[in-house]
T-cell receptor
Framework: NAGVMQNPRHLVRRRGQEARLRCSPM?????VYWYRQLPEEGLKFMVY????????ESGMPKERFSAEFPKEGPSILRIQQVVRGDSAAYFC?????????????FGPGTRLTVT | QKEVEQNSGPLSVPEGAIASLNCTYS??????FFWYRQYSGKSPELIMS????GDKEDGRFTAQLNKASQYVSLLIRDSQPSDSATYLC????????????FGTGTRLQVTL
């Protein structure tokens, strides 16, 4: 019973390139969340998606960041024209439901380094 | 005022002792409360969830919730060196606010 899967685990991009991070939720889970952990900082919510819908993107930067969760395939977090400040660990989590306790399980993360 | 507050530590306890980790939150509408463990360079691992006032026990772990005081705690009995990690407190809001709001974490060190 596979957990949340993320790839790639490590991603190096030069400034100005695009980064694509992928997340496959746990089997049976239809709720996907993306979080970012900057060096020496706490985890911050970015976006919450269900299949084909963005439910809450209140934590997403207004520019360069986008997310999708298509009907088929993994959820994708896209960062266009990356800058050094985007270097962070990006974690995806999934949950089975949203009613309490709404337990979210995290994937191993993608560590993005912008050079 | 931070939404979820934790003492950053480090909290140092000897092996076999009880470790007590505390967390306060500001949103009275918060519904569910979680404790995650995060080893350095790894992803958060869910340890406990609680959403009713009182205690919830799971093995060596006990979560305590007091909504009136806006306070949640985690007790770890018979602490082991492998428990040394950062413990993150997280809460969800009311209604459809499913996102987790995290504290900055408490670093626990279990000494031999």
């Amino acid at each position: 019973n596979a957990g949340v899967m993320q790839n790639p685990r490590h991603l190096v991009r030069r400034r100005g390139q695009e980064a694509r991070l992928r997340c496959s939720p746990m089997k049976g889970h239809s709720h996907v969340y993306w979080y970012r952990q900057l060096p020496e900082e706490g985890l911050k919510f970015m976006v919450y998606l269900q299949k084909e819908n963005i439910i809450d993107e209140s934590g997403m930067p207004k520019e360069r960041f986008s997310a999708e969760f298509p009907k088929e395939g993994p959820s994708i977090l896209r960062i266009q024209q990356v800058v050094r400040g985007d270097s962070a660990a990006y974690f995806c989590a999934s949950s089975l439901r949203t009613t309490p306790p709404n337990e979210q399980y995290f994937g191993p993360g993608t560590r993005l380094t912008v050079t | 005022q931070k939404e979820v507050e934790q003492n950053s530590g480090p909290l140092s306890v000897p092996e076999g002792a009880i470790a007590s980790l505390n967390c306060t939150y500001s949103d009275r509408g918060s519904q569910s409360f979680f404790w995650y463990r995060q080893y350095s360079g790894k992803s958060p691992e869910l340890i406990m969830s609680i959403y009713s006032n009182g205690d919830k026990e799971d093995g060596r772990f006990t979560a305590q919730l007091n909504k009136a005081s806006q306070y949640v705690s985690l007790l770890i009995r018979d602490s082991q060196p492998s428990d040394s990690a950062t413990y993150l407190c997280a809460v969800t809001g009311d209604g459809t606010a499913s996102k987790l709001t995290f504290g900055t974490g408490t670093r626990l060190q279990v000494t031999l």
